[in-house]
């Protein structure tokens, strides 16, 4: 992982350029067992797992602004909120292209675990030539749920929406 964000409190990651020359796992990896992350201005490229990787232990909120998430081989941005926790995710004015080298890789791909609750927003944001644009899904008693406002995904090589049981967009 190029950055990893662990243990809790406020991170601000800001103006960055991370590339992973296609063998490095994740650009950014939140694993906070309760704290935020701001990604504001930066561009996350070339990473053989996902660009974004939240995966908290428990709470966090995430908030990426004004970036470039491109040519990640898994997701431009994945989460996991786990058990027992809130995940909030916001994306904003991102630019999330070219990710999933195969038509199973996603732009966003929002998931949790057993009783996770996961709340995310994106607005004005273009979600464009992934496998799967923007996958939200829902598994046992968990809550996964995603707004879009004024943002727009073209180009899937699959689908644009996946939306699974028990999920909501």
């Not at 990640?72 to 909030?88: I, K, P």
């Not at 995904?153 to 967009?169: E, F, K, M, R, W």
Request: hydrophobic share 40%; net charge negative.
């Amino acid at each position: 992982n190029a950055n990893s964000v662990a243990g809790s409190g406020a991170v601000v990651l800001k103006g960055l350029t991370l590339d992973g020359g296609g063998s490095a796992t994740n650009g950014v990896a939140f694993t906070s067992n309760s704290g935020s992350l701001t990604m504001a201005n930066c561009t996350v490229r070339g990473f053989a797992s996902n660009g974004v990787s939240v995966v908290p232990l428990h709470d966090g909120n995430i908030a990426i602004v004004d970036s470039l998430i491109t040519g990640n081989a898994g997701a431009g941005v994945y989460t996991f909120g786990d058990s027992s926790g809130q995940l909030t995710l916001t994306l904003s004015r991102d630019k999330i292209v070219n990710n999933g080298f195969t038509t199973t890789g996603y732009g966003v791909r929002l998931t949790g675990g057993t009783a996770a609750f996961q709340f995310s927003t994106i607005e004005s944001t273009v979600i464009g030539e992934n496998g799967i644009g923007l996958s939200v899904e829902a598994s046992g008693v968990n809550i996964v749920s995603g707004a879009l406002f004024d943002s727009k995904i073209v180009g899937s090589s699959n689908t644009s929406i996946n939306v699974t049981s028990g999920a909501t967009v």
